[in-house]
């Protein structure tokens, strides 16, 4: 059952060879059990979750049942959910329980799913290798002294150890697609405005998109058909006609035009990285694909203005913690004044201070055009680079990260050196548009490498087809991890 795709579950679960609590119940033991070792989990919370899937089965029971009604899916701690602790893996929110839902949240209930627990991340979404969590550092299953990647790491963890069949995810600057690379698993960023961002916890408003981490491309074709949806109360979800995702999953790759961009494949990528991912474009032109060289000459300048654009918005997203409406608030305090700086200074990690600070830096007035106006405009270039690329290929394909998994501590001391870990994720947000991972092959250490494939907007469809496809061709995706291989 730890195997099973989700469209096997369903099958099952319809067919009443098992219930929704049994299967519940199994990966709910399997958490409970990994927890103390890898650190997915911030919340368990078993009885809330096993009255949710009675509830399925009763609904099952009744013949109205969904493509997700009965399973289990993990959600990252930055998405709200009613009467759960919602942490954002932060000291700030240690002591909030939602009361709402977030409408991805809403979405998944409607479906019918079961939300097994909440899953550990860096500190308000900003990190790439989950050591920025209040809660502490997840641990790679692949290897208990790297880490999982970041910020959606406790998720692409507990998919990776089969802790559950399936994980929700943020992804800012990469925080789906290079935790999912890290621990071999499958994640996708869709198109920004095609989730909505209600109820998931701010980092960067313009760049922030929720989206699924599971085992396979055909999985995630399921999960993000319960997530895609146009919410009046996100200002930037879009209103789209319905799209089933998983409409185009077994079609041919046939002359598809993929385009490598010559910056993702120079300085800076890991041999071993390489080569998994050259192997895996062979593999795309075996089944079909036209192998075409594009450019995406500004590559090198996305970090640099992600490191502006990103900080802005944070601080003042952030702005609201202030210990007086909700989260932490310091135990002694003079004055209304004092009371706001011993909180926030208590309240938020290192990181998200150095965040608030750039970001207030380059808003402030005097700096405003040099730093910010400067980042957008460079944020436009890169997304006609993108645009430039698309008119020669259909999807591109590349390396998630220029690296497998790091040690843990390699490069908690040395932000600039965290911040490059996105080098080729980070354009994707600036663009807006969606990229997915896909395991790949091993690098160093046998530990798992991603294969990034970018679309362009509203390419979710023909993304998933082209990593179908693959994945039917390779097996990469259905290796796991050897201590989580128990039943
Ligand atoms: N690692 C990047 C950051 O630290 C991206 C994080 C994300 O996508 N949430 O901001």
Redesign the pocket.
């Known amino acids: 059952m730890i195997n099973a795709s989700l469209t096997e579950l369903a099958a099952a679960l319809a067919g009443k060879k098992i219930s929704s609590a049994e299967l519940t119940g199994l990966f709910l033991e399997r958490a409970q059990a990994a927890n103390p070792r890898l650190n997915c989990f911030i919340t368990l919370d078993p009885e809330r979750t096993l009255a949710q899937a009675r509830a399925a089965d009763a609904r099952l029971a009744a013949g109205k049942g969904a493509p997700l009604t009965g399973i289990p899916v993990a959600h990252k701690d930055i998405f709200c959910a009613s009467g759960w602790l919602t942490t954002c893996g932060s000291r700030m929110l240690s002591n909030f329980v939602s009361p709402y839902d977030a409408h991805v949240i809403e979405r998944f209930n409607a479906a019918g799913a079961v939300i097994l627990g909440k899953t550990n991340m860096?500190e308000f979404?900003?990190?790439?290798s989950n050591e920025?969590s209040y809660y502490g550092p997840v641990r790679n299953p692949w290897d208990a002294g790297a880490v999982p990647g970041?910020?959606?790491g406790g998720s692409a963890a507990a998919v990776a150890a089969r802790l559950t069949p399936a994980a929700t995810g943020?992804?800012?600057?990469?925080?789906?697609r290079?935790p999912a690379a890290l621990c071999g698993v499958s994640g996708i960023k869709p198109t920004y405005g095609l989730v909505s961002r209600y109820g998931m916890i701010a980092?960067?408003s313009s760049?922030?998109q929720g989206g699924p981490i599971a085992r396979s491309a055909a999985d995630l074709a399921v999960l993000l058909n319960a997530m895609v949806g146009f919410d009046a109360r996100d200002s930037t979800s879009l209103e789209r006609a319905p799209e089933d995702c998983t409409r185009a999953l077994e079609h041919s790759l046939d002359g598809l035009r993929i385009g490598l961009p010559r910056e993702f494949f120079g300085e800076g990528l890991s041999a071993d990285v390489a080569r998994a991912v050259d192997e895996a474009i062979a593999s795309l032109r075996t089944l079909g694909c036209r192998v075409v060289e594009v450019s995406l000459p500004n590559t090198r300048l996305s970090i640099p203005a992600?490191?502006v654009l990103?900080p802005a918005e944070a601080s003042s997203n952030l702005a609201r913690y202030d210990g007086v409406r909700y989260g932490y608030r310091t135990a002694q305090y003079d004055d209304l004044l004092d009371m706001y700086m011993k909180s926030r200074a208590e309240g938020f990690g290192a990181?998200v201070r150095r965040?608030i600070l750039m970001g207030t830096y380059v808003l402030s007035h005097g700096y405003y055009d040099a730093y910010y106006l400067q980042a957008q405009k460079i944020r436009r270039l890169i997304a006609r680079d993108f645009a430039a690329a698309f008119e020669r290929c259909d999807l591109i394909a590349g390396p998630t990260s220029p690296s497998v998994a790091f040690n843990l501590g390699a490069r908690a001391q040395d932000p600039v050196q965290?911040?490059l870990?996105?080098i080729y994720?980070?354009g994707v947000?600036l663009a807006g548009l969606p990229g997915l991972s896909i395991p790949c092959g091993f690098g160093e250490g046998g530990r798992p490498v991603g294969l990034q494939l970018i679309g362009n907007y509203f390419g979710e469809s023909r993304m998933l087809n082209a990593a179908h496809r693959y994945q039917q061709a390779t097996d990469w995706h259905l290796r796991q991890p050897d201590g989580e291989a128990r039943p």
């Open positions: 860096d979404a900003m990190g790439s920025n970041g910020s959606s943020t992804d800012t600057g990469g925080s789906i290079q980092y960067a760049l922030d992600y490191y990103a990181e965040r965290m911040y870990s996105d994720t980070i947000n």
